[in-house]
């Protein structure tokens, strides 16, 4: 199993700024994923982080509005740039202990408010 | 794009009632998941299921992948307070997804006292 934690859980932010996202996972995992989540509705995959490469986006999502780094197997940050209104949702991080498949953990979530 | 379809959308019962909860697709999936999630929380991973026609159980709850990979059922007893929550089926492993899980639209099941 692994346990994830995200910073900040929380935040409200001005347009036109920048929010990092850190996830870390309490043990090595084969993949991580970033998600974004309206509240009460499906998932969206925004990307797959990459140990040591660049990440793979998922259509519709961009490397310059979402930048992602995944230095090691423990940890990834997603930074959502040059926010408007419309990147307000709840981002969650993802990680998997195998092929990608077999069991799916989560973190719990950071709630982004743009003003 | 294929697409994952729950349903009910919304679902608000008493406690001790029975429920199912659907999640068909048109594309065939390696697998299947159901996870739970609570307000302020991830998602929380309930079961998988990987065989056309299984049928997993989990206390109170039933959980069957239909023969041909492309649908599933969750069916709960009897339901709690506790069981309150978003409900959200995923599958894995399509012809075009590969590794990528794709997500139900979910399932919010509020269980009164």
């Known amino acids: 199993s692994a346990v994830i934690s995200q910073k900040p859980s929380r935040d409200i932010c001005q347009r036109g700024t920048s929010l990092t996202i850190q996830c870390q996972v309490d043990?090595?995992?084969?993949?991580m994923f970033w998600y974004r989540q309206q509240p009460g509705q499906s998932l969206t995959l925004i990307a797959t982080?990459?140990?040591?490469?660049?990440?793979?986006?998922e259509s519709g999502f961009v490397i310059d509005k979402f930048p992602i780094s995944r230095p090691n197997l423990t940890f990834s940050t997603l930074t959502v740039s040059n926010m408007s209104p419309e990147d307000s949702s709840i981002y969650l991080c993802?990680?998997?202990?195998?092929?990608?498949?077999?069991?799916?953990?989560f973190g719990p979530g950071t709630r982004l408010t743009v003003l | 794009t294929q697409l994952l379809e729950q349903s009910p959308q919304f679902l608000s019962i008493q406690e001790g009632e029975n429920l199912t909860v659907y999640c068909n697709s048109s594309?065939?999936?390696?697998?299947l998941q159901w996870y739970r999630q609570e307000p302020g929380e991830g998602p929380v991973l309930l079961v998988t299921?990987?065989?056309?026609?299984e049928v997993k159980k989990l206390k109170r709850l039933t959980f069957q992948f239909g023969d041909a990979r492309k649908d599933s059922s969750l069916h709960i007893t009897a339901a709690q307070p506790g069981d309150t929550g978003l409900y959200l089926c995923?599958?894995?492993?399509?012809?075009?997804?590969?590794?990528?899980?794709?997500f139900g639209e979910g399932t919010q099941l509020t269980v009164n006292p």
């Open positions: 993802s990680a998997s202990t195998s092929g990608g498949l077999v069991a799916r953990y």
């Open positions: 982080a990459n140990q040591g490469s660049e990440a793979t986006y």
């Open positions: 043990s090595q995992v084969t993949m």
């Open positions: 299921v990987v065989t056309g026609g």
């Open positions: 594309s065939v999936f390696s697998s």
């Open positions: 995923a599958g894995g492993g399509s012809e075009t997804s590969g590794s990528r899980l794709t």
